[in-house]
Structure formats: structure tokens, C-alpha cells
T-cell receptor
Framework: QQQVKQSPQSLIVQKGGISIINCAYENTAFDYFPWYQQFPGKGPALLIAIRPDVSEKKEGRFTISFNKSAKQFSLHIMDSQPGDSATYFCAANMGQNFVFGPGTRLSVLP | DTGVSQDPRHKITKRGQNVTFRCDPISEHNRLYWYRQTLGQGPEFLTYFQNEAQLEKSRLLSDRFSAERPKGSFSTLEIQRTEQGDSAMYLC???????????FGQGTRLTVV
């Protein structure tokens, strides 16, 4: 019940395209859902986050869509750029530690 | 630099040796987390401090692992009698009480040979 599932495992997108990464959770006690971006050899960097009282949050080219009834949330990267090539992790939190998904390796082709 | 700082960045050790990592959180962040990340996986929770109190420990934190946060400032993670399975990236993160945003350091890459 603590698990966060994430798909796809890897994603290849052309420059300018839309990248979509999906996550699902079971524990309804989770109340904070961040997305982290990680480049090789670096620590995860907080990208954008959402709480279950809103269905969508947008920051620049990054949008989180949240479906509370389905217990699913997704990250959309609009106008994807080669510099967005990284591994993306969704996570869930209920006040203490964070539970991370297994990650999605995104490659944006020039 | 006001981010989370970890030292060392890389550590190579022989099996059976003890290693210690240090984490300096963002100033005024009273929550501090340790995570372990193996290649191709997401970070896995190890332990969590609220100020100097260690409030939660994962089952992953065997008896060979110990973490401290004296005076609620920096934290250390020690691994005794290292094993090859301990090879991983050890990540530290910090946050403020009442704020859920957690910020990670660059991590310490441990290789046990």
C-alpha cells in the first residue's frame, strides 16, 4: 500500500513534443505529490508538486494532472527540449517520509 | 551555496571497512532524511530526523547502519562492516516543519570492492 507505480520506464520524444509520465498510488493517506528530475550523478531536484485538493497545477512547461478518484497523477512536459533529458521520479508523502516511483528515463531527440 | 551539502561525493572502500558520510541541511530546515538509491531505481527511505530526534527508521536500515544528528544540525550516516550490497548512492534531503517541499543534496556514491 506504500508503493507508487510509475510508467513508462523509458520515453523517447522528439524536440517540441509532449512528454507524459504517469503514476498511481494506493494509500489514500498520501496528501502531497511531488515530481523530481534527476540528471546522471546528481541528486533529485524538485520540479513541481501538487496536493489532492486541486486537479491540475502548471509551472511553465510542466503540468501535473491529478485524478483523486482514480488515485493517479501525471506529469506533462510541453515543448520538450533536449535539456529535459533526464530521469523523472514521482513521489508521494503523508507527512513523514517520501515514497518514490521507480523512475522514467526521458530522452528528447534534437 | 545554501543547498543541502553532502560529503564526500564519492567513496570507494574495501568490504568489511567502516564508512561515514556527512550531510549539512539547508539552514533552518529541521527535518532531515536519508535515502539510498541503487542504479536504475528510485530513492528508498532509510531514516528521518526532526531536529535531533530520529523519528523513523526503515527496515532497510540494518544493525550495521547508524545515523545521528547531534544538536539538530548536520547529520552523519555510518555503515559498519560494509558489504558489496551496500554499494549505492546515499542521498540526504531536508525540509522545514510545516512545509512538505524536500530538497536533496548531490549524494555520496559508495562503491564497496
Amino acid at each position: 500500500q506504500q508503493q507508487v507505480k510509475q510508467s513508462p520506464q523509458s520515453l523517447i520524444v522528439q524536440k517540441g513534443g509532449i512528454s507524459i509520465i504517469n503514476c498511481a498510488y494506493e494509500n489514500t493517506a498520501f496528501d502531497y505529490f511531488p515530481w523530481y528530475q534527476q540528471f546522471p550523478g546528481k541528486g533529485p531536484a524538485l520540479l513541481i508538486a501538487i496536493r489532492p485538493d486541486v486537479s491540475e497545477k502548471k509551472e511553465g512547461r510542466f503540468t501535473i494532472s491529478f485524478n483523486k478518484s482514480a488515485k493517479q497523477f501525471s506529469l506533462h512536459i510541453m515543448d520538450s527540449q533536449p535539456g529535459d533529458s533526464a530521469t523523472y521520479f514521482c513521489a508521494a508523502n503523508m507527512g513523514q517520509n517520501f515514497v518514490f516511483g521507480p523512475g522514467t528515463r526521458l530522452s528528447v531527440l534534437p | 551555496d545554501t543547498g543541502v551539502s553532502q560529503d564526500p561525493r564519492h567513496k570507494i572502500t574495501k568490504r568489511g571497512q567502516n564508512v561515514t558520510f556527512r550531510c549539512d541541511p539547508i539552514s533552518e530546515h529541521n527535518r532531515l532524511y536519508w535515502y539510498r538509491q541503487t542504479l536504475g531505481q528510485g530513492p528508498e527511505f532509510l531514516t528521518y530526523f526532526q531536529n535531533e530526534a530520529q523519528l523513523e527508521k526503515s527496515r532497510l536500515l540494518s544493525d550495521r547502519f547508524s545515523a545521528e544528528r547531534p544538536k539538530g544540525s548536520f547529520s552523519t550516516l555510518e555503515i559498519q562492516r560494509t558489504e558489496q550490497g551496500d554499494s549505492a548512492m546515499y542521498l540526504c534531503a531536508s525540509s522545514r516543519t510545516g512545509y512538505t517541499e524536500a530538497f536533496f543534496g548531490q549524494g555520496t556514491r559508495l562503491t564497496v570492492v
